[in-house]
């Protein structure tokens, strides 16, 4: 087989999010503040006869995430899609730094070069709001945005932020869908206008790389995760006793990440991942 492509998927991180309501299709409104970091899965995709998947922390059928975009460019493009692709997972299902829906997206940037299909950003996002909600801001150009809606409507943000980065990553996988319920018999949610000011305050900070103002990011999900995972908010408290200006779960967990001025000497003790603000990737 012929190696077409090894691509780099980057993870996200939420600096702030607010759930502002429940829909009568069953999903939920919400602000939060999207921000690609440079950790990443890698993806290698080879010629192949028919279209396969391995992957070894994530599904390998009908299940994965591709298996959809798939389905979606043969459909809409009348083109034929058999690669053998392979997913080298850093990111990890359920952990709400969006490895699915960024694979998602690097798949569909693939296909829209490899078959010239002439799709230009807003087409491309498009698409990938039928893929699922986080994939279109994967497809964006900017590291950064405001995102509403279901986090589908996107503003971007011209980030100047590129500080040290660190993730406690647990064990835990938490499910976004009872991550919701939680939020529900909590009754958590906030008016969207006030949630947008806040969202405003942060993307500020980001254009102005203003680490200070940045504080306190806010994340409804951590009062109902915390509760059940007392270790993850306890990840959080250490970020903070390490030295960090902000710390906050990421999506509705299972990962936090601390943000701080400069890297660390000891974070392979503490269980941490390094990375940093920004979407570049080696």
């Known amino acids: 087989m012929k190696l077409l492509a090894t691509l780099h ?5 939420n600096l702030g999010l607010w759930i ?16 690609r970091i440079a950790f990443h899965d890698t993806i290698k995709i080879w010629d192949g006869e028919k279209f396969a998947v391995k992957c070894t922390d994530c599904p390998d059928n009908e299940g994965n995430i591709l ?11 009348n083109v034929e899609i058999n690669f053998y692709i392979e997913i080298f997972k850093e990111i990890p299902p359920g ?21 010239k299909l002439g799709l230009d950003r807003k087409e491309l996002i498009e698409l990938g709001s039928k893929v699922g909600a986080d994939v279109p801001f994967f497809l964006l150009e900017e590291d950064a ?5 279901i986090g589908d409507i996107l503003e971007p ?14 064990d ?18 906030i008016p969207h206008k006030q949630a947008l000011e806040k969202a405003m305050r942060i993307s500020r900070a980001l254009q102005e790389n203003d680490l200070e103002a940045l504080y306190p990011l806010e994340n409804t999900f951590e ?24 710390a906050s779960l990421s999506g509705s967990g299972s990962s936090v990440f601390g943000i701080f001025e400069r890297f660390l000497t000891i974070h392979g003790e503490e269980n941490l991942v390094e990375s940093r603000l920004g979407g570049k990737v080696g």
């Open 9 to 13: 998927s980057p993870a996200k991180v």
């Open 20 to 35: 502002t309501g429940r829909r009568n299709d069953g999903y939920h409104n919400l602000v939060t503040v999207f921000h």
């Open 67 to 77: 298996f959809n975009v798939r389905e979606l460019f043969e459909n809409r493009f």
């Open 95 to 115: 952990s709400g730094l969006g490895g699915a829906s960024s694979n998602a997206a690097t798949f569909m940037q693939f296909l829209n070069e490899h078959f």
């Open 145 to 149: 945005c405001i995102a509403t809606g």
């Open 157 to 170: 943000i011209d980030s100047n932020m590129n500080f040290p980065l660190y993730l406690y990553i647990p």
């Open 172 to 189: 835990a996988r938490i499910s976004t869908a009872w991550a919701y319920n939680r939020v529900d018999g909590l009754d958590l949610c």
């Open 223 to 246: 009062k109902v995760v915390f509760a059940e995972y007392p270790e993850i908010r306890e990840a959080k408290e250490n970020l903070y006793i390490l030295g960090a200006k902000v």
